[in-house]
């Protein structure tokens, strides 16, 4: 390791480089674009220049092993995200990192080049390598449990477009990002535009990412950040931050109105046929059947075209027919962990369909055949079409009764 002592102090003429103290210690922060060849550059120069201690860089143990080692796949079991109802998580967190890699690739520049490099240059240097950031899971988990049900539908009406974006990106489009040269983590840059996101994804890691700087050893550090979290964290230096509070995944949100409204609005059809104006006609059994059968059947047909739609076999599509009318009567009862469970167990997913999941998300016909996309994507689209269906049976069911 080197003895940054004798190294006399770097003078520093980057707008990108930002020079803090602590505590007798010089932390210099570079921020960085995700997608470009100046940071790249810029990074490698003020390792060599600085000759630090140690290198911290925005990255957790997994992002950073895949950044590494491009043979690396991801090992999280599918069955136990889909089981945990985190399905529709995974899936946009593959999307964008899907969108970022495909963006990198189209401009010459591999996303997260910047880290890879700083890590490379700390070890020339032996210099420790920190990951400083918080596990990408725990973010995930605290941005989800931010949003509101208007925000998930926003989210997942840009998630829906993001692999046509991907695919309408033409020579002119790539070329003008190019002149720009540099193109910011795509996840953050949505977080500006949607408000719920700023606390989990920026001002909370901007906290964590300083907190573990402070923890590293050595009297110089450099760390290399995304440039949209120098600001907070130049802010936050010398506040004190709890590490474990914010490393804690978050509990999950209580159950709201909306998770019983098909249940209500099959209690309100009952009451609607007992007392409504065409009570007469619905005071016999066999007819009150009919009714509800006109709102579970649709469910039922819809939620299991829905599963094959999302490459779901002949068993997920069968368990979707079967207990998606279940699943309207039984808030508690999860049509995706069912359907999703069943894809994960009978077709778990190959090493060749981990190793190719962020290309494959952007490309529906390669999505559903990917055993690792294949179970996230039936969990989140059989209940979809559930509700879908339910929502066509309501409609008919109240036009029979009024």
Known sequence: MPDSTDVPRPALHSDNVTLLEYEGREILLVGTAHVSKRSVEEVRHVIRQVAPDAVCVELDASRYEALMDETHVSSFDVAEVVDQDRAGLFVASLLFAGFQKQLGDRLGVKPGAEMAAAAEAALERGAKVVLADRNIRTTLLRCYESLGLVDRVRIGAVLVMLPFAAADLDEVDVEALKSRETIGDVMTTFARQMPALQLPLIDERDRYLIARI?????????????????????????????????????????????????????????????????????????????????????????????????????????????????????????????????????????????????????????????????????????????????????????????
């Open 214 to 402: 402070r923890e590293t050893d050595g009297p110089r550090i450099v760390a290399v950040v995304g440039a949209a979290h120098v600001p907070g964290m130049a802010r936050y230096l010398r506040e004190p931050i709890d590490l474990d509070a914010l490393d804690r995944a978050p509990a999950k949100t209580a159950r709201t109105l909306h998770d019983f409204g098909l249940p209500f609005a099959s209690l309100g059809l009952l009451a609607l046929a007992a007392f409504g104006p065409k009570a007469h006609a619905f005071s016999t059994a066999p007819a009150i059947a009919r009714l509800l059968a006109g709102v579970a059947l649709p469910s039922a047909v819809v939620a299991a075209l829905a599963t094959v739609i999302a490459g779901g076999g002949a068993i997920a599509a069968l368990a979707a027919f079967t207990t998606a009318p279940l699943t309207l009567a039984i808030p508690f009862l999860s049509l995706g962990k069912i359907t999703g469970g069943l894809e994960a167990r009978f077709r778990p997913p190959s090493h060749e369909d981990r190793l190719r999941a962020r290309e494959d998300v952007l490309v529906p016909k390669l999505a559903r055949r990917n055993g690792l996309l294949r179970p996230l994507l039936t969990a989140v689209f059989a209940p979809m079409g559930r509700t879908l269906g339910a929502f066509i049976g309501v409609i008919w069911a109240v036009l029979q009764l009024v």
